[in-house]
């Protein structure tokens, strides 16, 4: 066996370990966000009365965000942690580079997502570090000592559907490096709130909660542990604050409360009870005693969905509230006004107040995050953020295509893949009349027909949404859930699918619903142990709640059908939902929730389901595969974490075997088949990922916290295999290109702090990988369907050069981009147009902000079939390209190919200018330094200087030549960009005055090349 085998098969051995393919083979691809930029529900809050215009905020599945600038731009600062799912924020005032975040959501609701202990940054966030309490997965509130940064506190909700221990308040005198727990009732009462007494951080007082939500939609019970304590010893001992509050017996849940900040005797608290003790209650003789002042439903009636309330820092009679909206009371908490709301309820979590400014204040909403800084007269936008939650992801069939989905707490949203303007702002989505939780299923035969959320029907030309719900006015005959699945079938484009706890089938649009299953729900569930003590003997005759929660119609036969439910059952059919079979795998149990199925793209007999047991307290990866039918299934989930449920599972329509997933906090990727899989994260922070779709060459992920995401041609993943692996080089298949306009913008550019989605690459993204570092040059080569090559690219290609007098700030400005010599993955990106012209760049009133590229003079290639060649390490590696045209431009190939001749042959034309304007810029050079030896007339030197010179002429803004006066060779190289720019500034046939003005300029290009010609040969007589 020679040595270089042996390298081969030991570096094979590397690269295709027990974990699959190297993931340095694919590491350039890149996520980029879409938006939209209406925000999603956001409960951690705190600003930084030393640093005034500086605010953090949780969101919860969104990571932590930043604003020095009161709430105008917003940027993540916790995206390199491993989740996104935040529940509170702690600043050390005297060193805001001190940051304390409790992940989880902080709270008890329906489709949460959970977290993974305290994290601390000590650099304000650029880097971050896990401190414990991984276990309590919901971390209610964290507060620092505001004398020493070492001293925190933590108030551990615990497990949201089950018991455990890690719960109940913790206090750290260390920073976080050790915690000991100094509340704790018991492993089903967990700890929501702490605060310090505003004088004494000795003294504090806590809320405990004996909350458990259920594995069933709208399950939640509440237990006996719930209170307020308060501590006078610095955190070692407790007692129970309890005169004058409701018991248990009177439907004690959740408290919230405030300590007045310069009365601290004086304390507020919104507590969830009865109707007759739920309300306001206030104490003047810290906590030991307290009063009912208000039972306004307003300010508690959704107690275990809200529970702030917050005292004025300078008039404790002054009290805002959060719930549905924002109140605030100026007599003690004994009346109450709306303060900040709107019809529908923005559902307020968390309110801060500047202790030394009140009229600057933070909420944080169901919508995101508000500031004031003039007490309420304005407010900061919440559309400036990107943490919208989906549920559902789908996309249409337009060019550019749109992603769609119902976004939680807002309604829906359908946002454009690709902008004409160079970024995705504001003017590229809409809302799409979907209700927030709901699918959103666009007609394939029609994209400007919508159906979804609870079955409405949107249509996009009139802006109409209108109900047509089989279930007209819910009588009661079937059950639905928020999510209730919509998906049309792909063999029949004209079959919708809807279904509740029975499938509805419509062939016209649902003006009629026909019934094509039984009640799919298990007839008798059994109840988890996850629900521990809160089970009881009515949970065990309880009628059926399950519902079919997603459905999976076959992508090669009409009849086959899959359905899986929320109580943990798949049924197949194979006649159209005549008969059904029960095929669920054996091992799951009641409530196992079949999130998500998918019908093989290859095999008419095989599935995918991904089963979500959050809800039953486990933690753990779910997703089965089955290629007979349901008759026997297979767990696949090697190299997925224990600790990350999966949502969403789908097979690459173009790669049998190319399986996606989405956890809680990532997207995973299988190369075969789901026998191993390896994370697809790459530069996406960590969040909820929900939904995802495969869209032609690129995937499409609809997530719980940061909106739409699209990873841009997925053909590397597609094209990997064991034996590419270990090539010496790779060039991938690049993805069916389009020539389309990157930005269309014609005005003045949209501010930078105007927030905005990611366009696509501007052309194809041509993606290479070298297993060693080029010792020599690297080229990139583009032929078309002849051979003849029509751009070569080379490492060694110089940048431009800014001029020294740049008249724009360099943030406008696109980062250059070279070919790479170095190991591992690459991307380079070609614009689809000939090699650029040797040009000062100029840059275009159309800006995008950091992506703004030069104007260019080169011509656009043609649509057609072309062929990319890397020359690496003395090999050669070629793929086929395809380019297509803008489908939106309707221009004939013979008119494109007219508009592709004038416009080369003014490129080529310009280039001969250009030339000859090099050589004359040398000659007056060698005729300046010429010494004269007396065998030449210094005459003659002159006269051919000034000949020399009016063939050169004048350029740029005066291209027209003096009177009398021939023009020389920049003002026909000005006359050729002009005119170059006019017919590639739209795809239209060229006019015929610009053809005119062609024909004139190339005349006069001949005639100036003829005198430059002899011109030269008199210069080169006398050297």
């Known amino acids: 066996m020679t040595r270089w085998l042996v390298s081969l098969l030991t570096f094979a051995s590397l690269v295709l370990g027990a974990d699959g393919l190297d993931p340095k083979l694919w590491q350039e691809l890149k996520w980029r966000m879409i938006g939209p930029f209406r925000a999603g529900r956001t409960v951690g809050a705190v600003g930084v009365p030393s640093h005034p215009n500086t605010f953090f905020i949780g969101v919860n599945h969104g990571g932590v965000w930043k604003t020095t600038d009161a709430g105008r731009t917003w940027k993540p600062i916790f995206d390199q942690a491993p989740t996104g799912s935040v529940g509170d924020i702690a600043v050390f005032e005297n060193d805001p580079n001190i940051i304390y975040v409790g992940s989880g959501e902080g709270l008890q609701r329906p489709d949460l997502s959970v977290g993974d202990g305290i994290y601390k940054t000590t650099d304000g966030g650029k880097t971050w570090r896990n401190m414990g309490l991984r276990d309590a997965q919901q971390i209610g509130r964290v507060i620092v000592d505001y004398k020493d940064p070492k001293r925190v506190f933590v108030a551990a909700m615990g497990h949201p559907y089950g018991p455990n221990e890690e719960r109940g308040i913790y206090r750290t005198l260390d920073g976080g490096e050790t915690w000991k727990r100094v509340l704790y009732i018991d492993a089903d009462t967990g700890a929501t709130q702490i605060e310090f007494d505003s004088k004494d951080a000795n003294i504090l007082y806590a809320t405990m909660w004996a909350g458990r939500q259920g594995p069933w939609e709208n399950g939640a019970w509440q237990g006996p542990g719930s209170g307020l304590y308060k501590s006078t010893d610095g955190g070692e001992t407790w007692k129970p604050l309890t005169k004058g509050l409701p018991t248990f017996a009177q439907g004690l849940g959740r408290i919230g409360f405030d300590v007045a900040p310069r009365q601290p005797n004086v304390i507020y608290a919104v507590v969830d009870a009865n109707a007759q003790f739920g309300g306001i209650y206030r104490s003047e003789d810290a906590g030991e005693s307290w009063k009912q002042v208000s039972r306004d439903g307003r300010t508690w009636g959704r107690g275990s969905d809200f529970a702030e309330i917050r005292v004025h820092p300078k008039d404790h009679e002054t009290v805002f509230v959060a719930n549905t909206a924002s109140y605030v009371s100026r007599d003690g908490g004994k009346t109450f006004t709306a303060f900040k709301g709107a019809p529908g309820g923005d559902d307020y979590h968390r309110i801060w107040i500047d202790w030394d400014k009140p009229e600057v204040m933070l909420f944080a909403t169901d919508q995101g995050a508000s500031i004031t800084v003039n007490g309420g007269e304005s407010w900061s936008s919440w559309y400036n953020q990107p943490t ?50 709901g699918y959103v299923a666009v007609d394939p035969l029609n994209s400007d027909i919508l159906y979804g959320g609870k079955m409405n029907r949107f249509d996009r030309r009139t802006g109409q949404s209108q109900s047509i719900a089989p279930d007209a006015v819910r009588s009661g005959r079937y059950r639905f859930l928020r999510t209730a699945p919509a998906v049309f079938s792909m063999v029949d484009k004209k079959t919708l699918f809807y279904a509740g706890n029975v499938l509805f089938k419509t062939l016209d649009g649902g003006q009629n619903w026909q019934v094509i299953s039984p009640d799919l729900s298990r007839e008798k569930t059994e109840v988890p142990a996850s629900i521990g003590v809160y089970r009881n003997a009515e949970m065990e005759k309880m009628a059926r709640r399950g519902v079919i929660y997603t459905v999976a119609p076959s992508f090669q036969d009409l009849l086959t059908i899959w359905a899986g439910t929320d109580d943990g059952l798949i049924h197949l059919t194979r006649d159209g939902g005549k008969t059904w079979k029960n095929v669920t795998p054996p091992e799951l149990t009641s409530w196992s929730k079949v999130s998500l199925m998918e019908a093989s793209h290859f095999n008419a007999q095989g599935a995918y389901a991904a089963v979500n047991r959050i809800r039953c307290s486990d933690m753990r990866p779910y997703i089965y595969k089955t290629a007979d039918g349901g008759k026997t299934w297979k767990l696949i989930t090697q190299g997925i ?12 329509p173009a790669k049998k075997g190319l399986l996606y997933a989405g956890s809680e906090n990532a997207v995973y990727v299988s190369f075969d088949d789901g026998e191993h899989w390896q994370s697809l994260r790459l530069d996406m922070p960590a969040t909820s990922i929900r939904d995802l779709v495969i869209k032609d060459d690129d995937l499409v992920v609809g997530t719980h916290g940061r909106g739409f995401w699209i990873l841009d041609d997925i053909n590397p993943l597609r094209q990997l295999s064991e034996s590419l692996a270990v090539a010496p080089a790779i060039l991938y298949k690049p993805a069916k290109a389009y020539r389309v306009r990157w930005n269309m913008y014609t005005d003045t550019p949209v501010p930078q702090e105007e927030p905005a989605g990611e366009n696509p690459p501007d052309g194809v993204a041509i993606h290479y990988y070298l297993q060693q570092s080029a010792k020599e040059e690297v080229l990139l080569e583009i032929a078309d369907a002849s051979g003849k090559i029509v751009r070569r690219i080379s490492n060694n290609d110089k940048e431009y050069k800014l001029p020294a007098d740049l008249n724009i700030p360099t943030y406008w400005i696109r980062p250059q981009q070279s070919l790479s010599t170095e190991k591992g993955a690459h991307t380079f990106v070609w614009n689809l147009r000939y090699a650029p012209l040797e040009t000062s760049p100029a840059f275009p009133i159309a800006a995008v902000y950091q992506n703004t590229a030069p104007e260019t003079a080169s011509p656009w290639v043609l649509p057609g079939n072309y062929t990319i060649t890397l020359i690496a390490n003395g090999q050669s590696y070629s793929q086929p390209l395809t380019i297509k045209m803008d489908p939106r431009v309707k221009l004939s190939q013979a008119q494109l190919e007219e508009l592709h001749s004038v416009s080369l042959t003014a490129y080529q034309a310009r280039q001969t200018a250009q030339t000859a304007l090099q050589e004359i810029a040398i000659a007056k050079k060698q005729l300046k330094e010429y010494q004269p030896n007396g065998k030449t007339d210094p005459e003659l030197i002159a006269r051919l200087m000034q000949e020399t010179s009016e063939l050169e002429g004048v350029g740029g803004r005066r291209m027209r030549a003096p009177a009398n006066k021939e023009p020389g060779f920049a003002t026909i190289e000005s006359q050729l960009a002009s005119i170059g720019s006019i017919w590639q500034e739209a795809d239209r046939s060229p006019t015929s005055q610009s053809q005119d003005a062609l024909k004139q300029s190339l005349d006069a290009l001949n005639k100036l090349q003829t005198k430059w010609d002899a011109l030269k040969q008199k210069i080169a007589n006398i050297q």
């Open 388 to 437: 919208a939650q989906f549920y559902h992801v789908t996309t249409d069939n337009r060019f550019p295509y749109w992603v769609y989905g119902g976004q939680q707490e807002s309604g829906s949203a359908g946002v454009a893949s690709r902008s004409d303007y160079g970024a995705i702002t504001a003017r590229d989505w809409q809302s799409v009349g979907i209700d927030e939780y």
């Open 641 to 652: 974490p224990d600790n990350e449920p999966i949502n969403a599972v789908r097979e690459d």
